[in-house]
């Protein structure tokens, strides 16, 4: 299994970035996905989760309006677009498919300067 992520970088407050999980190794249409994000000295959190049959989002309230979660199942890929990004937007984003015991991607930095 794995999943490797992309499209982290540098971006000014305001701005947007697009990031990418590219999947291989499991059944990736049968599975839930998330971006989870992690601060220096904060504790892993959830950002966005798409589900089931209805590609059903829900968002961490921090980031509904500004981000979008979506998927492509022939291309086994996640996406997180991200707009009028903050500086407390800046973290390690990370993939997740599945639940509790799922699988994890090696993460990205976004970092958003004021």
């Known amino acids: 299994v794995q999943l490797v992520e992309s499209g982290g970088g540098l971006v000014q407050s305001g701005g947007s970035l697009r990031l990418s999980c590219a999947a291989s190794?499991?059944?990736?249409?049968?599975?839930?996905m998330s971006w989870y994000r992690q601060a220096p000295g904060k504790e892993r959190e959830l950002v966005a989760v798409?589900?089931?049959?209805?590609?059903?989002?829900n968002y961490a309230d921090s980031v509904k309006g500004r981000f979008t979660i979506s998927r492509d199942n022939g291309k086994k890929t996640v996406s997180l677009e991200m707009n009028t990004l903050k500086p407390e937007d800046t973290a390690v984003y990370y993939c997740?498919?599945?639940?509790?015991?799922?699988?994890w991607g090696q993460g990205t930095q976004v970092t958003v300067s004021s």
């Open positions: 997740h498919a599945g639940g509790r015991d799922g699988y």
């Open positions: 190794g499991f059944t990736f249409s049968s599975y839930m």
């Open positions: 798409i589900r089931g049959p209805a590609d059903t989002t």
